[in-house]
């Protein structure tokens, strides 16, 4: 497996679990917000944006579309360091794996490894929220 394989289908997995997430509020989930930001500024910062599926992450983002990559880093940024209410994560982690399942960029190993970590970093504040809900769940019946 690629490595640009391995982390799209690590980004996959994420996303799976995010379906079981719902109802993610900020300021109350605003770790997870930051996560996910942390983790899509790396990649817009390390990574070219496929230009075949430009306007697809722009719009999986909920960003505009047309707008060079340097630009959408810009909005990405303003648009989750304002979010507040209700906010979805799991879309958003779709325009990000395109990077690497239409991009298939190369990258370093010290890039794989942060990747990883920002992806893990991610992974067990939604798993703990998940958990958490279910946990709160089962106790109140």
């Known amino acids: 497996m690629e490595h640009y394989q391995f982390i799209a289908k690590r980004i996959e997995d994420l996303r799976g679990i995010t379906r079981f997430c ?3 509020e900020a300021p109350k989930d605003k770790n997870i917000l930051e996560a996910f930001t942390s983790l899509a ?3 817009f910062e390390v990574f070219e944006l496929p230009i075949s599926h430009h306007n697809y992450i722009a719009s999986e983002l909920g960003l505009k579309e047309c707008i060079a990559q340097k630009m959408m880093l810009n909005e ?4 989750y360091d304002t979010t507040i209410g209700d906010f979805d994560i799991e879309r958003p982690l779709r325009g990000v794996e395109v990077f690497f399942s239409y991009g ?18 991610l992974h067990v504040l939604i798993g703990d929220r998940v958990y958490a ?6 106790i109140s019946k």
């Open 22 to 24: 719902r109802g993610l």
């Open 41 to 43: 500024v790396f990649v």
């Open 76 to 79: 990405l940024i303003k648009k």
């Open 104 to 121: 298939k960029p190369e990258f370093t190993i010290e890039q794989l490894d942060e990747l990883n970590y920002r992806i893990a970093c």
């Open 133 to 138: 809900r279910n946990y709160l769940n089962t």
